[in-house]
């Protein structure tokens, strides 16, 4: 899946959590966290994979359950220390949001799960994937079929769902913008 489909994804989940769980809206800095957690497999495994051949895919170190089952215990621990454990449960739906999402659909419709083995990387080997010359040829070799099509729909669908959420999280990425704005001029 793409950032934006991860990105998606990850807010419809939390949304409806924060609705049934907190009662309201999701917050600003919950839904940064959720955001980076929705991305942070594929920040760390693509440039080590793709730019740098410190990973043998893609889909490995930050894509098992492994690192899950160590990193999100931690990053909960964390935000308890600050009295903010709503951060480290929207960073865990971001993340666990990631790795159910990279299943591809052909594994869920056919039952053949062979493709779902960087899960549990490095004990498994993940499965085959056309090499990629870095994150930019990547994302140049992008096209739209329906998966990238459905997607697209969920992102309008998130972007409509967080607008009437108020836009949590828009007011912290304003101030900062006008503030390097500031600080350029």
Same mark, same amino acid.
Request: glycine letters at 8%; one cysteine or more; aromatic letters at 14%.
């Given at each position: 899946?793409?950032? =934006? ?45 793709? $730019? ?46 990631h790795l159910l999402t990279d299943v591809p659909p052909s594994a869920i419709l056919s ?50 769902? =967080? ?16 503030? $390097?704005?500031? =600080?350029?001029?």
């Open positions: 899946m793409w950032p =934006w489909g991860h990105l998606a994804v990850a807010y419809l989940l939390y949304t409806v959590y924060s609705h049934r769980h907190n009662g309201h809206s999701p917050q600003a800095v919950p839904v940064m966290a959720l955001a980076i957690g929705s991305q942070f497999p594929d920040l760390i495994d693509k440039p080590f994979a793709w $730019t740098f051949g410190v990973l043998p895919g893609g889909r490995t170190l930050t894509h098992s359950v492994f690192v899950a089952a160590l990193l999100l215990p931690a990053v909960y621990s964390l935000t308890l220390r600050v009295n903010r454990p709503d951060i480290g449960t929207a960073f865990a739906i971001g993340h666990a949001s039952g053949d799960f062979s493709a779902t083995t960087f899960l549990f990387w490095p004990v498994l080997e993940p499965p085959a994937y056309e090499p990629v010359d870095g994150i930019l040829a990547g994302f140049l070799r992008y096209s739209m079929g329906l998966y990238e099509w459905t997607q697209l729909g969920l992102v309008v669908v998130a972007l409509i769902i =967080w607008y009437r959420d108020n836009m949590p999280g828009l007011g912290y990425v304003r101030c900062e913008l006008e503030r $390097t704005v500031r =600080w350029i001029n």
